[in-house]
């Protein structure tokens, strides 16, 4: 992957003036208040929508005894969804003009994901792949005619990249065939070498040539879908919650999941937003693998809302998963995601060995709670409370540990 320099800004058209119709050239990276567009919000609420049909089924293949098979699915599902979002996210970032024929292609793709959740169910349970591709071949054909309307509206190594993209977009496209005719037992090897394959399209795209993405922009688009699939994680667990007590009359069991999984949300979130990342986000290097690693930071996320809805149908008896799988359920995912967390952007803020080890440490305690049975959700998210709680309270004494140590300041004049 290069790391080559930034492209200077290049004047663009101002979304949404001069016809329904604009030439498709990149926006510039020093672009002062660039956020989010609400067609970019339609599109990531749009996405959650397949994102809780995989972690409904997901919560149905750990509570029926399969929670081997039920995370593999998740995994390739997932990574569908993810890849399609990433690749729509920094082409807008770059090359957003907001004109009708944009914005009529941006729809088509959130058609895509549409029938792409409508497949899930059959993918997990019958592993019938045929819809699931469908919707993602809408996806991925729609963001190859963008490149392609790039290409057209560009020239030089600026138009190479964007031929690479389109090119690239639509030869794993084909790949992705295999999924349909392999024997079921070579499909997740073949799911592999193809994801592999198409995250090495952006950085193949890129050599010679970086597309001009926004930095804050980038950063805040990450932050709005975090932000939306931990939404939709409490609403998952709330209906969950509110089935158990509905039908079971179980208040007293489901309360301490309750609170758990309402700190280890909270908290997730407090740790997430703890950073100011997009300063990080200088090159390609570092922000392609900080978007790659998203994939963990967004699935842990989405699988948490899963894992806490098995744990409430384990405590009312719905389950056939053991306790330990059921706690299990929450507190991996809540783990992998502090790991990711901390991996991706937290770590690069920390000073000294005491603040880079909060939240490795938490991760440790909160799998060290799976073993706490019952309470182990309830412990997890105080470990998780406590973890904001040390994580702030170093933030505010480092400057004046930093003063100290600097001795006094002699004032001149």
Same mark, same amino acid.
């Given at each position: 992957?290069?790391?080559?320099?930034?492209?200077?800004?290049?004047?663009?058209?101002?979304?949404?003036?001069?016809?329904? #119709?604009?030439?498709?050239?990149?926006?510039?990276?020093?672009?002062?208040?660039?956020?989010?567009?609400?067609?970019?919000?339609?599109?990531?609420?749009?996405?959650?929508?397949?994102?809780?049909?995989?972690?409904?089924?997901?919560?149905?293949?750990?509570?029926?005894?399969?929670?081997?098979?039920?995370?593999?699915?998740?995994?390739?599902?997932?990574?569908?969804?993810?890849?399609?979002?990433?690749?729509?996210?920094?082409?807008?970032?770059?090359?957003?003009?907001?004109?009708?024929?944009?914005?009529?292609?941006?729809?088509?793709?959130?058609?895509?994901?549409?029938?792409?959740? =409508?497949?899930?169910?059959?993918?997990?349970?019958?592993?019938?792949?045929?819809?699931?591709?469908?919707?993602? =071949?809408?996806?991925?054909?729609?963001?190859?005619?963008?490149?392609?309307?790039?290409?057209?509206?560009?020239?030089?190594?600026?138009?190479?990249?964007?031929?690479?993209?389109?090119?690239?977009?639509?030869?794993?496209?084909?790949?992705?065939?295999?999924?349909?005719?392999?024997?079921?037992?070579?499909?997740?090897?073949?799911?592999?070498?193809?994801?592999?394959?198409?995250?090495? $399209?952006?950085?193949?795209?890129?050599?010679?040539?970086?597309?001009?993405?926004?930095?804050?922009?980038?950063?805040?688009?990450?932050?709005?879908?975090?932000?939306?699939? #931990?939404?939709?994680?409490?609403?998952?667990?709330?209906?969950?919650?509110?089935?158990?007590?509905?039908?079971?009359?179980?208040?007293?069991?489901?309360?301490?999941?309750?609170?758990?999984?309402?700190?280890?949300?909270?908290?997730?979130?407090?740790?997430?937003?703890?950073?100011?990342?997009?300063?990080?986000?200088?090159?390609?290097?570092?922000?392609? #693998?900080?978007?790659?690693?998203?994939?963990?930071?967004?699935?842990?996320?989405?699988?948490?809302?899963?894992?806490?809805?098995?744990? $409430?149908?384990?405590?009312?008896?719905?389950?056939?998963? @053991?306790?330990?799988?059921?706690?299990? =359920?929450?507190?991996?995912?809540?783990?992998?995601?502090?790991?990711?967390?901390?991996?991706?952007?937290?770590?690069?803020?920390?000073?000294?060995?005491?603040?880079?080890?909060?939240?490795?440490?938490?991760?440790?305690?909160?799998?060290?709670?799976?073993?706490?049975?019952?309470?182990?959700?309830?412990?997890?998210?105080?470990?998780?409370?406590? @973890?904001?709680?040390?994580?702030?309270?170093?933030?505010?004494?480092?400057?004046?540990?930093?003063?100290?140590?600097?001795?006094?300041?002699?004032?001149?004049?």
């Amino acid at each position: 992957m290069t790391s080559s320099p930034a492209p200077p800004p290049v004047p663009s058209d101002a979304p949404g003036g001069r016809g329904p #119709l604009r030439r498709l050239r990149a926006r510039g990276r020093g672009e002062a208040h660039r956020t989010a567009s609400p067609l970019e919000l339609f599109f990531d609420l749009c996405f959650v929508v397949a994102v809780a049909q995989a972690g409904i089924e997901l919560v149905h293949s750990v509570a029926e005894g399969h929670a081997g098979q039920g995370i593999l699915d998740y995994a390739m599902v997932f990574f569908a969804l993810w890849w399609a979002w990433m690749n729509f996210t920094w082409f807008a970032s770059a090359y957003d003009n907001d004109d009708v024929l944009y914005r009529v292609v941006t729809l088509v793709q959130i058609a895509g994901v549409l029938v792409l959740a =409508a497949g899930v169910s059959r993918a997990f349970e019958e592993h019938e792949y045929l819809v699931v591709w469908l919707g993602y =071949a809408i996806m991925r054909v729609a963001m190859a005619a963008q490149w392609l309307r790039a290409a057209h509206a560009t020239e030089g190594p600026e138009r190479t990249t964007a031929l690479r993209y389109a090119g690239g977009v639509l030869t794993c496209q084909v790949g992705w065939l295999g999924l349909l005719f392999l024997p079921e037992g070579a499909r997740p090897w073949w799911f592999l070498v193809m994801a592999l394959l198409e995250m090495c $399209v952006p950085p193949f795209a890129e050599r010679g040539h970086t597309t001009s993405w926004h930095p804050r922009h980038i950063a805040e688009r990450y932050g709005l879908f975090t932000i939306i699939v #931990l939404g939709e994680t409490i609403a998952a667990a709330t209906v969950a919650m509110k089935s158990g007590i509905d039908e079971n009359d179980a208040l007293g069991e489901l309360l301490p999941i309750a609170a758990g999984g309402l700190l280890i949300i909270f908290a997730a979130w407090w740790i997430y937003f703890a950073v100011p990342v997009h300063g990080y986000l200088r090159s390609n290097r570092q922000a392609f #693998l900080w978007g790659y690693g998203h994939y963990l930071v967004l699935a842990s996320a989405a699988a948490i809302g899963a894992g806490l809805e098995v744990a $409430v149908e384990e405590t009312v008896g719905k389950a056939h998963s @053991s306790t330990l799988a059921a706690s299990a =359920a929450v507190t991996l995912p809540t783990a992998l995601f502090l790991l990711t967390v901390w991996a991706l952007h937290s770590r690069h803020f920390k000073r000294g060995i005491t603040q880079q080890l909060v939240l490795p440490t938490t991760a440790l305690l909160v799998i060290c709670c799976t073993f706490l049975e019952h309470w182990a959700v309830f412990a997890a998210g105080v470990v998780c409370a406590l @973890s904001v709680v040390a994580g702030e309270t170093l933030a505010a004494t480092r400057p004046a540990v930093a003063a100290r140590e600097s001795g006094p300041v002699t004032r001149s004049g």
